[in-house]
C-alpha cells in the first residue's frame, strides 16, 4: 500500500516537473492562416429572442503555464467544468453537461492513480442542482461538444432527454476509455443518444453544418480533432453570436496568440494533435475577421460573456 502510494506521487511528481519544464523552454507556435474568407452570415432579423445562461459546475486553478504552449509560469489561471443553457421558444438547449451528482465518485472510480492529482478538480454544485436553485428552465435536450468525463459527467441526471452527438463521436464513445471516456458514465446507461450528421449546407467558412432548429439560432459546425466528432456550436441571437467551441482551446488566449495546448495536455487529451493546431487556425482567423463574435471555450470562464 504504501509503496503504492510512493510510486503514485512520484510518477505525478515526474510528470509535472516535465510538463514545467518542456512548457518553459519549446512554445509552439501554428502557423496564421492568410488569404481566406471566414466571414460568417449577416444575423437576421428573425432570429429568435433566445438567452444564455452559464452554469458553473466546478473549477481547477492550475498555472496559466499549464493551459496552453507559451503560457506564463508566473500567473495561475482557473479553469472551469460547466455547462450553458440556452433558452429557446422550440426547447431548451443545454450544451455540455457539467458536472454531475456523482462526479466524485465517478471520478475516483474512473481517472487512474496517476493522473488524479493532475485532474482534481473543486465541485461547487451539479449542473441539475443549479437549474433548480435558479429557477432556470428545464432542459429540453442536450447538445454535446465531445464525450468526454468533465463534459458527460451529468448525463445520468438527465436520462430522460435526448443527448445529441455526432455518429463519429458516438462511435468514438461507444469504443474507447479512460482517461478520457468514464465507463462510470456511459456504460450500462440508458441515454436517449440521438445520432446526427452535418448537411451540405455552408455555414462561414464551414462547408457542412446543422442547424437545429432550422432558424439561425443554434448552429453546430465539425472542429474535428480534440475528439473525432468534436463540434462547434454557434448560438446567435438578435444582438450577439457567440461560438462555442469545447476543448480546441482550454484558455482564449490561445486562439489570439496562435498556441496549442502545452505538449503534455495534448498528449493526454487531443485526439489528432495536428487537425487542433488546424482548428486553432481558423477560429484565430474567424476571430479577426468577425471581431464582435465572443469565442468561447468550455473551460475559459473568462470568456462566459
Ligand atoms: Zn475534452
Known sequence: MIFKIIKNVFYSLLILILMFVTSLYWPRNID????????????????????????KTGEVTTLDAFTYSGGSIFKTKTLTHGAVLIEHPLGNVLIDSGLGENAQAQFSEDMPNYLKPMMAFKQITNTKADIVLRKLPK????????????????????????????????????????????????????????????????????????????DGS?????????????????????????FFVGDAVWNKQAILKLKPKMWFSKYLTDSHENDVEKVIALLNIIQQQNPEILIVPAHDADAWK
Open 32 to 55: 496564421k492562416l492568410e488569404g481566406i474568407n471566414t466571414k460568417l452570415p449577416v444575423i437576421s432579423k428573425q432570429t429568435p429572442a433566445i438567452k444564455v445562461h452559464y452554469i
Open 139 to 214: 432542459p429540453d435536450k442536450i447538445l454535446l461538444t465531445h464525450t468526454h468525463w468533465d463534459h458527460a459527467s451529468a448525463l445520468e441526471d438527465f436520462a430522460e432527454i435526448d443527448v445529441l452527438i455526432t455518429t463519429q463521436e458516438f462511435e468514438y464513445v461507444s469504443t474507447h476509455g479512460v482517461p478520457d471516456i468514464f465507463p462510470s458514465q456511459v456504460e450500462n446507461k440508458e441515454f436517449n443518444w440521438k445520432t446526427y450528421n452535418f448537411e451540405n449546407k455552408a455555414y462561414g467558412v464551414f462547408e457542412q453544418s446543422y442547424d437545429l432548429y432550422n
Open 218 to 242: 443554434i448552429v453546430v459546425v465539425p472542429l474535428i480533432g480534440h475528439s473525432p466528432g468534436s463540434v462547434g456550436i454557434f448560438v446567435t441571437n438578435q444582438k450577439t453570436r457567440r
